[in-house]
T-cell receptor, first 112, second 112 residues
Framework: GENVEQHPSTLSVQEGDSAVIKCTYS??????FPWYKQELGKGPQLIID?????GEKKDQRIAVTLNKTAKHFSLHITETQPEDSAVYFC???????????FGTGTSLTVIP | SQTIHQWPATLVQPVGSPLSLECTVE??????LYWYRQAAGRGLQLLFY??????ISSEVPQNLSASRPQDRQFILSSKKLLLSDSGFYLC???????????FGPGTRLTVT
């Protein structure tokens, strides 16, 4: 099955700096890659996703890039704010089956 | 719009007691439904998923079970809880064609 690795496990940045979280996947059949933000005590929220037919997608301060050849994708947050502090999860979903394969999470802290 | 509900929000149960957690989805039909468990500070562990009424796939052998008595209702149960069952239980739904998965608010279970 699919194996998703996520780095780093923890990340601290100064407010206003950029944050980058990277994930790799193993199954070349994966074609959908969402990112989730989980605040303390809440369920994960889908914040951005990318499908395998595009290489980059942006939504205001967040962007995701995908390199299908290298089997890795990244989340980029620019101009970070304290409210960006949370745990972020990546996931890879193969084009067959109904399972979602999640990374182990990155705890992001934005220091004011 | 679609919404997902989970209850109870928090639960404290003694070892050996039964468990029933409920998840319902509104505003969509025939969703795929998922149960995840998240230990403190850890990632998301898929427990069960369902693609239709009465259809349950189990990912982790354990003393938990799941049922889907109605299209938009997913129930997680146990006959006898163990200390290791403590955690944050998340229900999620997805539509098979879009692959986007949305999580509920979660249930915090503490087994004492």
């Amino acid at each position: 099955g699919e194996n998703v690795e996520q780095h780093p496990s923890t990340l601290s940045v100064q407010e206003g700096d950029s944050a980058v979280i990277k994930c790799t996947y193993s199954d070349s059949a994966s074609n959908y890659f969402p990112w989730y933000k989980q605040e303390l005590g809440k369920g994960p929220q889908l914040i951005i996703d990318i499908r395998s037919n595009v290489g980059e997608k942006k939504d205001q301060r967040i962007a995701v890039t995908l390199n299908k050849t290298a089997k890795h994708f990244s989340l980029h947050i620019t101009e970070t704010q304290p409210e960006d502090s949370a745990v972020y999860f990546c996931a890879a979903i193969p084009n067959t089956g109904n399972q979602f394969y999640f990374g182990t999470g990155t705890s992001l802290t934005v220091i004011p | 719009s679609q919404t997902i509900h989970q209850w109870p929000a928090t639960l404290v149960q003694p070892v050996g007691s039964p468990l029933s957690l409920e998840c319902t989805v509104e505003g969509t039909s025939n969703p795929n439904l998922y149960w995840y468990r998240q230990a403190a500070g850890r990632g998301l562990q898929l427990l069960f998923y369902s693609v239709g009424i009465g259809q349950i796939s189990s990912e982790v052998p354990q003393n938990l079970s799941a049922s889907r008595p109605q299209d938009r209702q997913f129930i997680l149960s146990s006959k006898k809880l163990l200390l290791s069952d403590s955690g944050f239980y998340l229900c999620a739904w997805a539509l098979g064609d879009s692959r986007e998965q949305y999580f509920g608010p979660g249930t915090r279970l503490t087994v004492t």
